[in-house]
């Protein structure tokens, strides 16, 4: 505020000349006093910031949908490195059917050795990375549609102001496609423990089909 930052400055030069033997004129330093409209000023003020929502359901879903993105492009990339061995066998089985001389067969067969079989690992890993794929896809996409959804939205902010709950003190936010369950967990006071809002079968009209998937892999996957 104008009038502390001028009280400690008046303060500090009275307090000079008093000990030096100057005197302070009248109002010189009542000059910082506050006035009744600035005290309902400051405290108008306060409440504004107090009941001011910075953090709301909104954002709390798009930044969710954000880490679910980051997470599917860390699986994407996962599965292209798995992808790596299956592309050196199949091009290998390319070659041998076109394989008509003898020299072709021996050149195959070195580029066969050094490829080596596909292992039990290798088959693990790509599956394990295109399941995550499509976990994160599923979160991302529904975290975001959620976002978009005013009743989830909503109900979450109004909730939230109810239960006297910061949004950005969550603790988990989760996504079950095969339920169309959206569950967020916040923490809510040392006395209250945790909350949690939840939300099934809002998000319906959100699903695309797996032909659809398909489809419009055909079209941005090249």
């Given amino acids: 505020m104008d009038q502390v930052n001028l009280s400690r400055t008046l303060t500090a030069g009275a307090s000079y000349y008093a000990g030096v033997g100057g005197i302070t004129p009248d109002g010189a330093v009542t000059a910082a006093q506050l006035t009744v409209q600035m005290t309902d000023a400051y405290n108008q003020a306060l409440a504004n910031v107090q009941n001011a929502t910075y953090y709301d359901a909104e954002m709390l879903l798009q930044d969710q949908a954000d880490v679910a993105l980051a997470n599917m492009s860390t699986a994407v990339d996962a599965l292209v490195s798995a992808t790596t061995t299956f ?24 580029v066969a050795s050094v490829t080596g079989d596909i292992t039990e690992a290798d088959v693990e890993e790509y599956n394990t990375a295109l399941a995550d794929v499509e976990t994160y896809a599923q979160e991302a996409g529904a975290f975001l549609a959620a976002s978009n959804n005013v009743q989830i939205t909503s109900a979450t902010d109004n ?23 959206l569950m967020m967990e916040f923490y809510q006071s040392q006395s209250s423990g945790y909350g949690s809002v939840g939300f099934e079968g809002f998000l319906r009209d959100d699903f695309k089909t797996a032909e659809d998937i398909y489809n419009t892999g055909i079209v941005y996957g090249g």
Avoid: F
């Fill in 159 to 181: 909730w939230a102001a109810q239960s006297n709950v910061n949004l950005a003190s969550y603790t988990s936010v989760t996504y079950d496609a095969t339920t169309d369950l």
């Fill in 87 to 110: 592309a050196a066998v199949g091009a290998i089985a390319d070659m041998a059917a076109e394989t008509d001389t003898v020299q072709e067969q021996i050149e195959l067969q070195e």
